[in-house]
């Protein structure tokens, strides 16, 4: 399910990076401003991932789709190690057959040098700032799924809040590090593409950053326990 989860979101990736980079598109020729076409995209993501959190089978695994999310959850002693070791396979693997699928889907389009795989890329203000938002932008993430998931009336919207929060990233932090806040979403374009530039970056700082925002969170709420930690949550009784 989580392979799954992860290779849908890459395939929106790719259609989404196609219409909206690829120099024929008519999207691309319409929307001039780059900025307007990165917020757009935003939108797009954070829909696809809403849309894949409250799906059957984002609601059973949790929806991580993020080894990041997967090793924070399992730090805080939410998932036992073997589950979170299927969970990071799942990922990558799923995330790698997901782009095939939109290499299937677009065609050459998606190699074109203005979508390049739809690859996360430090931008032109280089690779330690692309290292800065990786981290601040998983810190900011989780720590907010954090409290949202576990406030009783909050919880119901946990999925909502995490498709706005993908939408606002991608259209504020991506000119420096291209969003990626994944690990297997940034091998999955690598792979195929043969794009490495930075992959240290995206393999670290997201971990770490979620990491951190775990430990904020636990000393935050004075130890006490956490109640849950999927992203779609059921509505609770008030």
Known sequence: MEG??????????????????????TF????????????????AMGLTAIALIHSPWGKQSGAHFNPAVTI????????????????????FTGGVLGIVGARWLMGTALADPAVNWVATVPGATGFAAAAIGEFTIAFLHILAILFISNHPRMAPYT?????????????????????????ARTFASALPGNIWTGWWIYFTAPVLGMLT???????????????????????RAR
Do not use: C
């Open 159 to 183: 999925g909502w809040f995490a498709g706005l929060l993908v939408a606002t990233w991608i259209t504020f932090e991506g000119p420096f590090s291209g969003m990626s806040m994944n690990p």
């Open 4 to 25: 799954a989860l992860l290779g849908l979101f890459m395939i929106s990736a790719g259609v989404v990076g196609v219409l909206l980079e690829h120099p024929d598109s």
């Open 213 to 235: 925002a775990g430990f904020v969170f636990g000393a935050l709420r004075a130890q006490r326990p956490v109640s849950s930690l999927a992203l779609w949550q059921p509505p």
């Open 28 to 43: 691309r020729k319409v929307l001039a401003s780059p900025d307007l076409r990165r917020a757009l995209g935003g939108v």
């Open 72 to 91: 924070n959850f399992w730090r805080l002693g939410k998932m036992r190690g073997a589950d979170a070791a299927g969970y990071l396979v799942g990922q």
